[in-house]
């Protein structure tokens, strides 16, 4: 008897830690939100005042894409380019939208023989992008945040 008693004593003072609740610090619970977390990822596509009214997300993604390219396009459609060879190209123009809205060009990617026979292509492709709508930067988590985009842009100058 003695031993049994001695036995249950030995478990009783053991398993006060089984209903002890284990506490966690704000780093760890910050760290498994990390984890979780998808940084690839936005909630809300940035979006120009005439795409306000998108429906869904791939609306609100094509609303963005068509009204950069449309106003590029437009703006190409007035300037005076005159190439000695045919050019035909497609551009990769990376753009960041900031988390105030604010649109810039980070990198053009594009052949040399474009470059050759356009030289002031940058210049171009910078000053295309002023007048554009007002552009409200993409959500994550009800945060505005920066996001990046590749931007494929199709050159054909005879």
Not at 58 to 86: D, L, M, P, W
Not at 126 to 155: D, E, H, M, N
Request: charged letters at 20%; glycine letters at 2%; proline letters at 3%.
């Amino acid at each position: 008897m003695r031993y049994l008693s001695f036995v249950l004593l030995f478990y009783s003072f053991y398993s006060c830690n089984y209903y002890e609740k284990k506490k966690l610090d704000s780093d760890t619970i910050l760290m498994q939100e990390l984890k979780a977390f998808n940084w690839e990822e936005i909630d809300r596509y940035p979006n120009f005042e005439n795409c306000e009214n998108s429906i869904n997300f791939q609306h609100s993604k094509n609303c963005f894409e068509q009204t950069i390219t449309a106003h590029i396009s437009k703006y190409f459609g007035i300037q005076n380019i005159v190439v000695r060879k045919t050019v035909s190209d497609t551009i990769i123009i990376d753009l960041v939208v900031s988390k105030s809205g604010e649109l810039q060009i980070s990198e053009i990617q594009t052949q040399q023989l474009t470059r050759d026979q356009i030289p002031t292509l940058d210049s171009i492709l910078f000053r295309s992008l002023k007048g554009l709508p007002k552009l409200y930067p993409a959500i994550k988590r009800s945060q505005q945040v920066q996001t990046a985009f590749q931007l494929p842009i199709i050159i054909r100058v005879d």
